[in-house]
């Protein structure tokens, strides 16, 4: 459990993700009121990572249920194992025939096996799905959801009676309670809108691409090989391009694979050759990339004309001599 | 606190925010958790609990403000910025404070009279006697007569009458003045000068977020919250500027809710016949006892859709709103092709998939393509449409045109219509002109109306809904 607001984000900086003091207070929120997060977002700002990341500091173990067009009760909650209770009914056909050994008629044979019939429909022959799991789960969990709006409507509106009772109904089991209020995070990359219904039973958290000072660090601390000249530089290409007009800009996790791409390349500063080549890992599109590089050349020029008037010899300028 | 907050989410839904008891409450049993919070926690607390939409960030971040004692965080801020602009670090600016404070004793002794208090208060950075005095102006301008529903201005006007705004100007410009006769040496005369003028400027900007603050509360603008179905009604040739903005989230959101219910549509379609092949063979694995019954899915039958639009200038806003609703609902349908017209034809597909909606709606309608201050020609459009690309359509194309017909008295090519009729799945033309004025003056809408499997009339955003619903459903 967390003590403070500035105690998730100690233990969040622990675990090696930054976080802004707004979202330490969402999660502070959600863990003392057990109130589900509904986290959004453009891709690649930690939405998911940050349940991850919950789960860890809190020592509970992560359920995760992905979300996809045509997800339905049974990948979701519970599915009963159709193929061991056949395979059981066949192993057990003597067993059966002892229970039934003695009745006279087929009415006191029914009687007989029905009640019995508790054996197949049991939670021996349930499959639990995650939401199922989180809910029985012995030990507190973690419950991602994740990408919440790539499922149907029916879905959504399935799971606001489990977020808002914790408790779900089997019919030949009757209703299951949670034994502990998992703390919950649904992820939403916005391709549609979630229901109202289902906002207003969560804490909203929205989070967007981190101020350049937010993402400096966030890079030190997750690609501590690379150089603190280079890892500025290239924060900053990063921060400028995102204001560029692109048809999908650069998150977080685009920035670190950048940054470990470039130190794996040995590169130095972004004005080397090599540093063109390795565009494609942050942007995803053609077209990007050839805005980019623009920028890019930008950038390097703007450099060598600060190290010029700094009076710093310029790297470039010395291979030219050798 | 607890009527403080109730409050203060009452003036966000009358801003327009939806906020639901529920999420009011939760608000506050947040707040009880976090102690005894700073200011920014409980606005983390409060955009974590009551804002749900991030649309509604702007407007949340912006009452916030306001509402809570926005004023003394202004105060602090434009200290800051004084050090600043006045030059260097804070500690020259602490010594250049008490140069002034010593000028400033000098000038009582010399002439007898003290500076008033709001203008002591003011160079001297008394920032809590600064807000006391400006709240008591705004509060007794509150109290007092006719004061209500007053306008910004008139009441940032009232404000400085209240606290003798006009007295404290010519007070610190008479200083101005004299700081070289109190012994002030050049160079400091001319930064405290700045430092002077600086405070003035902080005092009148104050005032006037005082005002602002006031009149905020007093008069809400609400933000379309019931505006969505008058705009609905309303016809596309009427449209303002800001309304053509609020026009386009509402596309949005029709298109939104329009691909919820063909979602919920097709799931249900999805569901075939029964397919006895594979029940059997699916059900080997159970000893041939039929558990998991399967159905025949039906295939996706996702139609292809060529739009043509008119971008002259009668129809440029129908065909905008068009376009957008097209390319909103563009995973709904196989293919996508669009071309403009107003005397030529121009292709469009590309733009939208290299731009953002919008973007490649308003470069569309910029010019780039074709030549958008032309006549009309219709005839002459359709006619390279049908030499360049009659090849985009075939039998399961649904083929839109955006117009109101009106030719100019052009040849109005017919036969083209006919040829593309004869190709596609259907033809729908829809006409943002009133329905009795087609067939008058220049419209050759009777002449195109025979080669059209379906016409409509066209001229509001319900109609258009209308339209777009038949067409993802057909």
Known sequence: MFSTIDDVVQQFTGQKYICSRSIATVVYLASKMGKPILVEGPAGVGKTELAKVVSRCLGHELIRLQCYEGLDEAKALYEWEYGKQLLYTQILKDKIGEVLAGTGTLHEAIERISAQDGVFFSERFILPRPLLKAITSEQPVVLLVDEIDKSDNEFEAFLLEILSDFQVSVPELGTIVARHIPLVVLTSNNSREVSDALKRRCLHLFIDYPSQAHELEIIKLKVPEVADALAADVVAVVQSVRKLDLKKAPSISETLDWARALALLNVESLGEELVNDTLTTIFKYEGDVRKAQTELRDFAARQKARARTEGQPDPADKDVLH | ?474
């Open chain 2, 1 to 474: 606190m607890e009527a403080r907050i109730l409050e203060f989410a009452a003036l966000l839904r009358r801003h327009g925010v939806r906020i639901s008891p529920a999420e009011s409450l939760d608000s506050l049993s947040a707040l009880q958790g976090t102690g005894l919070p700073s200011r920014a926690i409980v606005k983390d607390v409060l955009r974590a609990t009551m804002i749900k939409r991030a649309a509604d960030l702007p407007t949340f971040e912006e009452i916030f403000d306001l509402y809570f004692s926005a004023l003394g965080d202004a105060i602090r801020d434009s200290t800051e910025q004084a050090a600043e602009a006045v030059g260097g670090s804070l500690a020259d600016y602490q010594k250049l404070l008490e140069q002034l404070e010593e000028l400033l004793k000098r000038r009582q002794e010399e002439q007898g009279n003290e500076l008033s208090e709001i203008a002591r208060a003011l160079l001297r950075h008394d920032d809590g006697t600064l807000e006391r005095r400006i709240r008591e102006a705004t509060e007794s301008a509150r109290a007092g007569p006719g004061q209500r529903g007053k306008q910004e201005g008139q009441l940032g006007h009232a404000l400085g009458e209240q606290l003798r705004l006009g007295e404290i100007v010519r007070e610190l410009e008479g200083l101005s003045d004299q700081l070289e006769d109190l012994g002030a040496d050049g160079a400091t005369a001319a930064k405290l000068r700045e430092l002077i003028k600086r405070r003035l400027a902080d005092l009148a900007d104050l005032i006037k977020r005082a005002a602002r603050l006031e009149t905020t509360r007093e008069n809400p603008q609400p933000r379309d919250a019931t505006g969505l179905e008058t705009l609905a009604e309303k016809s596309f040739y009427y449209l303002t500027e800001d309304e053509i903005r609020k026009m386009k989230e509402a596309v949005t959101r029709l298109a939104q809710r329009l691909k919820h219910v063909v979602s919920i549509k097709r799931a249900r379609a999805k569901r075939g016949t029964f397919d006895l092949q594979r029940t059997l063979r699916h059900n080997t694995q159970f000893g041939g006892i039929p558990f998991d019954v399967q159905f025949d899915r039906r295939k996706k039958n996702r139609p292809q859709i060529v739009v043509l639009c008119d971008v002259s200038d009668s129809v440029r806003n129908v065909s905008r709103f068009m376009l957008q609703f097209v390319y909103s609902l563009q995973d709904l349908y196989s293919k996508v092709r669009s071309f403009i017209f107003v005397s030529d034809m121009g292709e469009v597909t590309k733009l939208f998939e290299e731009h953002e909606i919008n973007q490649a709606i308003d470069l569309s309608l910029r010019g780039d393509v074709i030549n958008v201050f032309a006549h009309s020609d219709f005839g002459r459009a359709f006619k390279s449409f049908h030499r360049d690309h009659l090849a985009a359509i075939n039998r399961r194309t649904t083929v839109i045109v955006l117009g109101d017909a009106r030719n100019n008295y052009n040849l109005a090519h017919e036969w083209v219509l006919r040829d593309v009729q004869r190709k596609a799945k259907q033809v729908i033309w829809l006409n943002p002109e009133n329905k009795t004025t087609w067939g008058f003056g220049d419209s050759e809408m009777d002449r195109y109306m025979a080669f059209c499997d379906v016409v409509e009339e066209c001229r509001n955003l319900n109609q258009l809904y209308r339209v777009v619903d038949r067409l993802v459903l057909s």
